[in-house]
């Protein structure tokens, strides 16, 4: 889990403890001999004096030295001056903390790995950027609550995400997501090691039951984020008449949500991709609306539920995926647009962004998660030096 950090002021904590030293007479003595040290160094034609002035003089020489020592080795601590600003650690926020705070952008790594690819580093950063003023939670479930992770760590990407003050990484537990849900008896049921689509069908699950018991946004983390979505409960439309699960969005405790997890249960098969996502979405909205074609760039409204335009976040369809992937002669707008699915499921992480491609995928990198992308450059980079072994 990452460790945030706030700051404190060295300097004014100093002059606080200076005040408080100059209440009463003891204290008076202290603050008087701070000043005498400053104000006025040791005399080298001083009278003599008595062995008792002697000693006292030693005293205070001695807690002279300890204190020049102990503002030195603080100095030392610090970045630039004696006036920079301390970090002190801060007790950890739980996920509930801050999915109580409510309108949370919630993206789920259900695979057991512990380092973010660039495209998930990408959806990541680019929500952050585009909703800064929201909690951008990355769930995954490779950490555990043992899983010692923090800004200096190995993992490239969590030092990247770390540097993004609304985001934040948390442990997937399963288990405590479906409670007080519909879902829980089926979760103590199930055998992952029997399913065959257990990873989606697992993310199906969480991204219901978190979106339920919260609220807030769901993405995949294979979208990018370049506009504020401004709608609050909607569905988006892969293609007319036909919902997507990649994203959408209702407040807590929304009772469409609620019957899709009652509908997760009642028509489970794990065997058939996509029954306990799109289609359950799609066949949900059917039970609420007639669904019609969309003409234009209009959005469908039901029962409340915005159901939105293929275009706002599909304007690429995925029989044509592999388009994100190529050099455009004329680089399209997406004016109509609010995020932007890469179809990773199609891609199966075949192809990648590479610097200096100038295809529309490194575009929407540069623009939308400049951070990963420099860190993208850096690790290319990184990987042309010669090594140790092509040095004659």
């Known amino acids: 889990m990452l460790q945030t ?17 100059c209440q009463g007479k003891k204290r008076r003595w202290k603050c008087r001999f701070v000043r005498t040290i400053i104000q006025h160094p040791c005399r080298r034609h001083a009278p003599k004096r008595s062995g008792k002035e002697r000693m006292l003089r030693k005293i205070q020489i001695c807690l002279c030295f300890c204190f020049v020592s102990g503002i030195l080795y603080e100095i030392s601590l610090l970045s630039s001056c004696v006036f920079s600003y301390l970090p002190v650690a801060q007790p950890y926020l739980t996920p509930e903390q801050v999915l109580n705070l409510g309108k949370s952008i919630i993206f789920l790594e259900t695979t057991e790995r512990l380092e973010p690819p660039p495209l998930v580093s990408c959806s990541v950063e680019s929500a952050a950027r585009t909703y800064q003023d929201r909690p951008i939670i990355l769930f995954m479930r490779g950490l555990t609550n043992e899983t010692a992770l923090d800004m200096n760590t190995s993992y490239a990407a969590f030092s990247l995400l770390s540097s993004m003050k609304n985001v934040f990484i948390f442990p997937l537990q399963m288990e405590t997501v479906f409670q007080e849900t519909p879902l829980l008896q089926w979760y103590n049921q199930v055998v992952p090691e029997e399913e065959k689509n257990w990873v989606h069908v697992s993310s199906d699950a ?38 997507s699960n990649g994203i959408f969005g209702f407040p807590a405790r929304h009772k469409f949500i609620w019957d899709c997890m009652e509908n997760f249960v009642l028509k489970y098969n794990g065997n058939i991709w996509g029954n306990q996502g799109p289609f359950l979405m799609t066949r949900m909205l059917k039970t609420l609306c007639n669904l019609t074609d969309f003409q234009g760039t209009e959005d469908h409204s039901c029962q409340n539920i915005s159901f939105l335009n293929p275009q ?9 995926w592999s388009r ?23 891609n199966r992480n075949r192809k ?37 072994e092509d040095v004659e």
């Open 206 to 243: 969480s991204r219901l039951a978190l979106i339920w018991k919260y609220g807030g946004i769901y993405m995949d983390t294979d979208v990018i984020s370049i506009r504020p979505i401004p709608q609050q409960s909607f569905l988006a439309a892969q293609k007319s008449r036909f919902s």
């Open 312 to 320: 706002r976040f599909y304007p690429i369809p995925y029989p044509a």
């Open 352 to 388: 990648v962004v590479v610097a200096g491609s100038n295809t529309l995928a490194e575009k929407l990198y540069k623009t939308y998660c400049p951070t990963t992308y420099e860190d993208l450059i850096q690790n290319a980079r990184h990987r042309d030096l010669p090594g140790p």
């Open 5 to 21: 950090v706030w700051v404190s002021s060295a300097g004014s904590w100093a002059l606080q403890e200076s005040n408080s030293h």
């Open 324 to 346: 994100y992937y190529q050099v455009w002669d004329k680089s399209p707008t997406f004016n109509h647009s609010y995020a932007l699915h890469l179809w990773n499921f199609m």
